[in-house]
C-alpha cells in the first residue's frame, strides 16, 4: 500500500488522521525511524523498518490499515512561465537585435 504526506489514514486501533511524517529508519535500533530519513512517500510492500506521524498520533508502517483518502496535490508550475510582460520584453529586445 502506498501512503504519501497528505494522506488520510486509518490505524489497526482505529485511529485516523492526516500524515505528517514519514519516517524511515536506518539504524537497527531507530525502530521509529527518529533518527532515519524523512520521507514524502513510501510503498509498505517493501517492508522498512519506520514509522509515521498522523493526526497527534504515530504509529509503526505495519500498523497501517488503510489509507482512507488519498492526497490530490497537484503541483503549481505556473510561476515557471514566462508572463505576459516577459514575453513583450523579449520580442522587443529580439525586434532591436534584428535591428
Do not use: H
Amino acid at each position: 500500500m502506498k501512503i504519501k504526506l497528505g494522506d488520510t489514514i486509518r490505524d489497526d486501533k482505529g485511529r485516523e488522521g492526516v500524515v505528517t511524517n514519514i519516517g524511515i529508519a536506518t539504524d537497527p535500533a531507530d525502530i521509529g525511524g527518529e533518527l532515519g530519513v524523512n520521507a514524502k512517500e513510501y510503498d509498505t510492500d517493501l517492508n522498512y523498518t519506520g514509522a509515521i506521524t498522523f493526526g497527534s498520533n504515530w504509529c509503526y508502517f505495519s500498523q497501517i490499515e488503510e489509507v482512507i483518502k488519498e492526497n490530490q496535490y497537484i503541483e503549481d508550475t505556473a510561476w515557471m512561465y514566462d508572463s505576459d510582460v516577459d514575453v513583450a520584453i523579449n520580442l522587443e529586445n529580439e525586434s532591436k537585435l534584428g535591428k
